[in-house]
């Protein structure tokens, strides 16, 4: 019997360090850098990509178990003159150019079977990734978290910034009050109203707001947030989303929706944002979807931030929204084990007392 439960033991032993233990299945993920600024005003946003990848950005992922795929950054033509169109769009030849290299991209890395990462850039490039995604999965839901909501039309905008307005191109229901813009031919509306929802509004202008409400377009504002705590609201946008069957997730994640205390080297920072801990239960949320198909980190702005402890803190505050949403976890996990080790017995016939756990 002793001996039995030894030799057992003993075997049990062999078994597990020469056997592959089970492990979850990796994502594959394709890193796509956008160094991308003229969607808005400020210098320094394209410095975001090789600021994520200098803070470690790839090992922290495949610390996690991911296949990265870097893409490495893409390099945009420059357009040699380009105009304000009805003297206010700033920049839309490049824009629409950068957006359709994007687009390409997107749809080539997804295309492939990965999970792409977009690491901006400002947040016009979610023309080109919502646009590119959307072409290999037309079904697919928009989680867009953000100070704001990026919705005017080029005749609503009061900044001229092509960062304020991807979203309005995106929808279908809006393209009749959407003129095309000069290098924006390519681009074709790919959403519906009911298939975005946003997270973290609090800077919202009139025009938006009119359209929010008018098109009936699901949202919950950092009020929102107040009334019903994260895990109300993350309920409520995976069910408005997901409520009629699974589709993938898109989501398009502007630093700035964090409160600036956290995320304080963005362009637009605004008061009043998303605590380091409802940022993560939302990453949490989506990737226990298992849904995640693409995901924009932009508005990183290495430039700005009073001292290198904010850009740290908003460039490694980026690196934990990613990490998480590829399984990172504050409760903690495990992949290498399936049973805890035993201490071993110089007499192995009092193993047994030993094995019973
Ligand atoms: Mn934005």
Not at 11 to 35: D, M, T, Y
């Amino acid at each position: 019997m002793s001996l039995r439960s030894s030799v057992a033991r003993l075997f049990r032993k062999q078994a597990v360090s020469s056997v592959q233990l089970p492990r979850r299945p990796a994502h594959s993920v394709a890193l796509v850098g956008a160094p991308f600024s003229r969607g808005q005003k400020r210098k320094g946003v394209d410095h975001g990509p090789s600021a994520l990848r200098n803070a470690g950005l790839v090992e922290k992922l495949s610390g996690l178990g991911c296949q990265v795929y870097d893409f490495g950054d893409l390099s945009f033509t420059q357009v040699p003159s380009d105009e304000l169109y009805n003297n206010i769009i700033k920049y839309p030849r490049s824009v629409g150019s950068a957006s359709q290299v994007l687009a390409d991209t997107v749809h080539e890395a997804v295309a492939a079977g990965h999970t792409c990462v977009t690491l901006g850039g400002d947040h016009s490039l979610a023309l080109g990734s919502v646009s590119g995604h959307s072409r290999q999965y037309p079904d697919l839901g928009v989680v867009w978290v953000d100070a704001h909501a990026d919705i005017n039309t080029p005749l609503t905008t009061m900044s001229g910034n092509l960062h304020g307005q991807p979203v309005s191109f995106l929808l279908r229901e809006l393209q009749d009050k959407v003129p095309v813009l000069p290098g924006f031919s390519w681009l074709k509306p790919c959403l519906s109203r009911s298939d975005i929802v946003y997270i973290g509004l609090r800077d919202v202008d009139p025009a938006e707001h009119y359209i929010l409400k008018n098109y009936d377009i699901q949202y919950f504002s950092m009020r929102d947030i107040d009334r019903f705590g994260i895990q109300k609201v993350m309920e409520r946008t995976l069910e408005h989303l997901l409520g009629r069957g699974q589709r993938p997730i898109h989501l398009s994640v502007d630093i700035d929706a964090f409160d600036p205390s956290l995320a304080p080297a963005t362009g637009t920072p605004v008061m009043g944002g998303l605590t380091y801990r409802e940022g993560m239960y939302i990453s949490e949320e989506i990737h226990n979807t298992g849904l995640l198909s693409v995901m924009d980190i932009v508005e990183v702005n290495p430039l700005l931030g009073d001292s290198q402890e904010e850009v740290n803190a908003t460039v490694n505050l980026a690196i934990d929204v990613i990490a998480t949403c590829f399984g990172q976890t504050r409760e903690g996990a495990h992949i290498a084990f399936d049973e805890l080790p035993t201490p071993s017995s110089p007499d192995e016939s009092d193993s047994e007392e030993q094995v019973r756990i």
